[in-house]
């Protein structure tokens, strides 16, 4: 089963801070994702990645970058964090291969996010 | 952009009952149709998924799809506590997943 790994687990961060989220997935998957989710709702498409060097704006990407340095690594940072980032953020890859599995994603765990 | 919609938003059923969760979407190119389900403080993770019309099951879960309709529903034969979840549907279009804001399932005992 594919696996994916985010850190850290937990951040607190201060208004005007720098953060940046990790990802790692070790299943060569080329696509990878980051999400948002607040409290009771779905999932906010941030960024995502069709390879190593690229990155694609999603849904709601201002405020946010993302960075893929290689196949297996994908990063969100946020320059300049605000408490409206606050958030639990979630990390998926995915085959780009054709066929009905182009859909699955497989998640990490999550990053609990809270900026004061 | 794709539009995908899930009702209801939120269902209370009993042990034992049938449970019927809707996802609309907007594309009718759409070529992939998934559930995922998020139990709390988890991650999301695939749970079944269909890219034909018509029916497929898995054990107490079916999926049904009807894409002139722009339709697709899960439903829970004989709902268990551990179904209780935050279940998301996703479609593939464009090049993207697209996912719905969710249905939050609780069946009491």
């Known amino acids: 089963e594919a696996a994916v790994t985010q850190s850290p687990r937990n951040k607190v961060a201060v208004t005007g801070g720098k953060v940046t989220l990790s990802c790692n997935q070790t299943n060569n998957h080329n696509n990878m994702y980051w999400y948002r989710q607040d409290t009771g709702h779905g999932l906010r498409l941030i960024h995502y990645s069709y390879g190593a060097g690229s990155t694609e704006k999603g849904d709601i990407p201002d405020g946010y970058k993302a960075s893929r340095p290689s196949q297996e690594n994908f990063s969100l940072i946020l320059e300049l964090a605000t408490p409206s980032q606050t958030s639990v953020y979630f990390c998926a890859s995915g085959d780009a291969a054709g066929g009905v599995n182009y859909a699955e994603q497989f998640f990490g765990p999550g990053t609990r996010l809270t900026v004061l | 952009q794709q539009n995908v919609q899930q009702s209801p938003e939120s269902l209370i059923v009993p042990e034992g009952a049938r449970t019927s969760l809707n996802c609309t979407f907007s594309?009718?190119?759409?070529?992939y149709f998934w559930w995922y389900r998020q139990h709390s403080g988890k991650a999301p993770k695939a749970l079944m998924?269909?890219?034909?019309?018509g029916e497929k099951e898995e054990g107490r879960f079916t999926i049904h799809l009807n894409k002139a309709s722009l339709h697709f529903s899960l439903h829970i034969r004989d709902s268990q506590p551990s179904d209780s979840a935050l279940y998301l549907c996703a479609v593939r279009g464009n090049n993207r997943i697209f996912f719905g804001d969710g249905t939050q399932l609780v069946v009491k005992p």
């Open positions: 998924s269909i890219f034909s019309n």
């Open positions: 594309d009718s190119a759409s070529q």
